[in-house]
């Protein structure tokens, strides 16, 4: 996007009251700290801000400043269809089409709002009036610390805006390892320190708050994990009753798919999970180096994402779901190897 387009944007922010952002379905640490960060800066501004999430998020995202302020689309579905419907200004975030917000999409689609879209994935749909997407960024939130610089606001970046916008941050680049991480990102977060990110509580309170039951599927998973050192290719799964025997909880399985990665010589790695009550598998992919696993999930598992992380799903069984990704694997097998 280019700066005259921003300009026009400070121009819709002077007249607009209420503002309503909204982060993707499944948010993570991306979606719900740009979404705060964001939410912070509004509000400072003056406007009436309503961060409104498709659906509950994990427990170690919920420390954020601001997180009480955040309302579940799924269980005030009234409440929220009213503030859209009331809402100037809808940024959605960390996201590129609108089915990616779930059940809120109707009322999403429906509003007259104008819509700005701020988001780090590729090939974005074009239903916003004002689109800011880079897919060479880290992360959503170094975007929306690059837009309220680009505001000429990089002044009014709170300790609590810091503190969101550190966090995606850190989580989107795998705490700053992944190839996504450029020097401009460490450039933003070291500004993010300066102005009142907790670096190192940030990292205690998203990495080191497990739970007992949470280590032990990641125990499970470890044993299920299968390699193909051939075509360079790890996979874990995890059925229902493994989840139900460690007291699944929202968010216990995050990170678990890049334990694949780890590996030597390893360059694709996946987590195929079962989601017993919406009858699908949830499917996460990483990979190293040019294998696009966004292509890959949305050729074969109705997903998409950016090239070396990406998300899909598959509706037939645990079991015929992995059958199937055997089955594709061998057409890939000059890509991953060569
Ligand atoms: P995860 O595997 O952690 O759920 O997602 C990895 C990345 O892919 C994230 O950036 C996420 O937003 C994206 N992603 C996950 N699931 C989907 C999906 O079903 N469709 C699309 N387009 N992107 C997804
Ligand atoms: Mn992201």
Not at 11 to 21: C, D, G, P, R, S
Not at 81 to 98: G, K, Q, R
Not at 161 to 181: K, N, P, Q, V
Not at 320 to 325: A, G, L, N, R
């Amino acid at each position: 996007m280019i700066d005259t387009r921003i300009l026009e944007i400070t121009a819709e922010l002077v007249n607009a009251k209420n503002i309503v952002i909204v982060p993707h379905k499944g948010p993570d640490g991306d979606a719900i700290g740009s979404s705060l960060g964001l939410f912070h800066f509004l509000r400072d501004k003056g406007h009436n801000v309503q961060v409104i999430a498709p659906n509950d998020y994990p427990h170690f995202l919920k420390w954020l400043p601001g997180n009480e302020e955040v309302m579940i689309y799924e269980t005030e579905t009234e409440k929220a269809d009213e503030l859209i419907s009331n809402a100037e200004i809808i940024f959605t975030l960390d996201f590129n089409h609108l089915s990616r917000c779930g059940d809120m999409q109707n009322a999403v689609s429906s509003s007259k709002a104008v819509f700005v879209m701020i988001d780090h994935h590729q090939e974005p749909s074009d239903y916003a009036d004002y689109t800011y997407s880079d897919s060479e960024m880290s992360s959503t939130c170094e975007m929306v610390y690059k837009f309220i610089c680009k505001l000429r606001a990089g002044n009014k970046i709170s300790p609590e805006i810091a503190t969101c916008l550190y966090t995606g941050i850190m989580t989107d680049t795998g705490s700053f390892r992944f190839s996504s991480t450029s020097s401009d990102t460490h450039r933003t977060v070291a500004d993010l320190i300066d102005k009142g990110a907790k670096n190192s509580e940030i990292h205690n309170n998203i990495f080191d708050t497990n739970s007992e039951n949470k280590l032990q599927l990641l125990g499970t998973a470890l044993q299920n994990l299968k390699v193909n050192h051939e075509i360079r290719t790890a996979y874990i799964s995890l059925s229902q009753a493994e989840l139900n025997k460690h007291n699944f909880k929202k968010g216990d399985t995050e990170g678990f798919v890049n334990y694949g990665l780890s590996l030597e010589g390893i360059i694709f790695a996946v987590i195929f999970i079962e989601k017993e009550n919406e009858d699908m598998v949830k499917i996460s992919f990483r990979s190293k180096g040019d294998f696009d696993v966004n292509k890959f999930a949305r050729e074969h598992f109705n997903g998409g994402g950016h090239i070396n992380a990406a998300g899909g799903r598959s509706d037939v069984s645990l079991n015929d779901t992995i059958v199937k990704f055997n089955r594709i694997l061998p057409e890939y097998k000059e890509q991953l190897t060569r």
